[in-house]
T-cell receptor, first 117, second 118 residues
């Protein structure tokens, strides 16, 4: 069974600085997707970034980038130039390739990020 | 990405009653999902709802407790039956985007329904 582990329950960062959130996962699959979702106090789950396992290039979305290490099964999220609006719970999620019949997202336990002014 | 709405946004219910949550999408989608987020916890998939077929439930979730309807490609409901305080959670629906494009095969979430059972 696949598992997703986020070992940092809480983190804080000064506004405008850079922070990295860690995520590791366990799977025997070769093809899969990895995601980072953000959940602010409004509780809306917002997609931050998406990575396909067969792509070696790390995904980037503006100030957000990932460090995807497939052999190490590591998928960390780097937030550059942190903004107050980045304060939220961040969830790492895993999904098997769409060739499989299940589209189930498996979530980590989350990291609560506080951006300090 | 699809625009997803849920009703109600929150509710307080008495033990033993039921609550039906609606999920509406602004475009046709083949797959919709229902997740539960217990207080301070991560999200857990309850079931997958495909139009025209029975919902597929995850281990630990049963149809009698969480009946789901999917009458068309833009709408689904989740009912939480015979409520107990342990059912107090946020319930979120999500949809799967089409299989082409930069965000292919990605799940987008509705705003969630916060349920409190007294």
């Amino acid at each position: 069974a696949q598992t997703v582990t986020q070992s940092q329950p809480e983190m804080s960062v000064q506004e405008a600085e850079t922070v990295t959130l860690s995520c590791t996962y366990d799977t025997s699959e070769n093809n899969y997707y990895l995601f980072w979702y953000k959940q602010p106090p409004s509780r809306q789950m917002i997609l931050v970034i998406r990575q396909e396992a067969y792509k070696q290039q790390n995904a980037t979305e503006n100030r957000f980038s990932v460090n995807f290490q497939k052999a190490a099964k590591s998928f960390s999220l780097k937030i550059s130039d942190s903004q107050l609006g980045d304060t939220a719970m961040y969830f790492c999620a895993f999904r098997r390739s769409r060739m499989d019949s299940s589209y189930k997202l498996i979530f980590g336990s989350g990291t609560r990020l506080l951006v300090r002014p | 990405s699809a625009v997803i709405s849920q009703k109600p946004s929150r509710d307080i219910c008495q033990r033993g009653t039921s609550l039906t949550i609606q999920c509406q999408v602004d475009s046709q989608v083949t797959m919709m999902f229902w997740y539960r987020q217990q207080p301070g916890q991560s999200l857990t998939l309850i079931a997958t709802a495909n139009q025209g077929s029975e919902a597929t439930y995850e281990s630990g979730f049963v149809i009698d407790k969480f009946p789901i309807s999917r009458p068309n490609l833009t709408f689904s409901t989740l009912t939480v039956s015979n409520l107990s305080p342990e059912d107090s959670s946020i319930y979120l629906c999500s949809v799967l985007t089409p299989t082409t494009g930069a965000r292919a095969d990605t799940q987008y979430f509705g705003p969630g329904t916060r349920l409190t059972v007294l």
